[in-house]
């Protein structure tokens, strides 16, 4: 029995038919007696998105970034409904995305009145492309009977206030990683982790920066003591 991180980028959880290929990578290595750990990306194109409605709500176009926050909720809704059927794990997802998307709103709300957005504004709103897809990721293999949870690595990786390309800070990082999600995964749990994100000690959202999803991977691979870590980006 090994364990094994999985990473799977933008293009790798951009569609239904690609969450379902990650569910199937997942059972397969559950099946073969792995206990497994995946970190995902924001589905493709949505942490680009959501720069946008931030700079939407810059320039106060309140009808922009409103408009642009409905498709994002659309399109994970949609991505829901298409790999999970009716019932309560979909039910407990669309409320969890739901949630999410109206606190991207709500903090819209504060950048337009105020006209900008700092870089630890940026961060908090770009973090909830890997937040969703997380939750979209974690339902989908619940439906397909895999004891899934998702976890925001704002409760594991600890950094400094570096906002949009913060350093991990690593005694803290592994100490919660051992304490927070490790028992959860000796337990049966398969974790489904944010990518690219983390928080200070003081709870603010960081990023990790460009390709911080890969790095975030390689944070949990070396800290759950992995045997392997398998970064899947742009492939079928």
């Known amino acids: 029995m090994a364990i094994i991180t999985m990473k799977f980028g933008g293009t790798s959880v951009g569609s239904a038919e690609a969450i ?3 569910v199937a990578i997942t059972k397969r290595e559950l099946k ?3 206990k497994v750990l995946l970190v995902v990306s924001a589905m493709s194109g949505v942490t680009d998105a959501l720069l946008n409605i931030t700079t939407l709500a810059v320039n106060g176009d309140k009808w922009g970034y409103l408009s642009e926050a409905q498709k994002l909720r659309e399109r994970h809704e949609e991505t829901l409904n298409a790999l999970v059927g009716p019932g309560k794990t979909r039910d407990a997802a669309a409320l969890h995305l739901n949630k999410l998307t109206d606190e991207v709103v709500e903090i819209c709300h504060a950048v337009n ?6 870089p630890r504004i940026k961060d908090a709103v770009i973090s909830f492309g890997e937040r969703l897809s997380a939750r979209l990721v974690a339902a ?3 439906e397909n009977n895999v004891n899934a949870k998702a976890f925001d690595a704002t409760q594991l990786v600890i950094t400094d206030n570096r906002f949009g390309s913060a ?3 690593w005694g803290e990082t592994s100490t919660r990683i051992g304490n927070v999600l490790m028992p959860q995964v000796e337990a049966g749990v398969t974790p489904v982790i944010t990518g ?6 003081e709870g603010a959202v960081t990023t990790l920066g460009r390709g911080g999803s890969d790095f975030s991977g390689a944070i949990f691979a070396a800290y759950s003591k992995s045997d392997e870590l398998i970064i899947w980006t742009d492939v079928a």
């Open 140 to 142: 989908a293999l619940v």
């Open 20 to 22: 379902g290929n990650v």
């Open 32 to 34: 073969a007696g792995n």
């Open 167 to 169: 350093a991990p800070f």
């Open 113 to 118: 009145i105020l006209s900008e957005a700092s």
């Open 196 to 201: 690219f994100i983390g928080a200070t000690a």
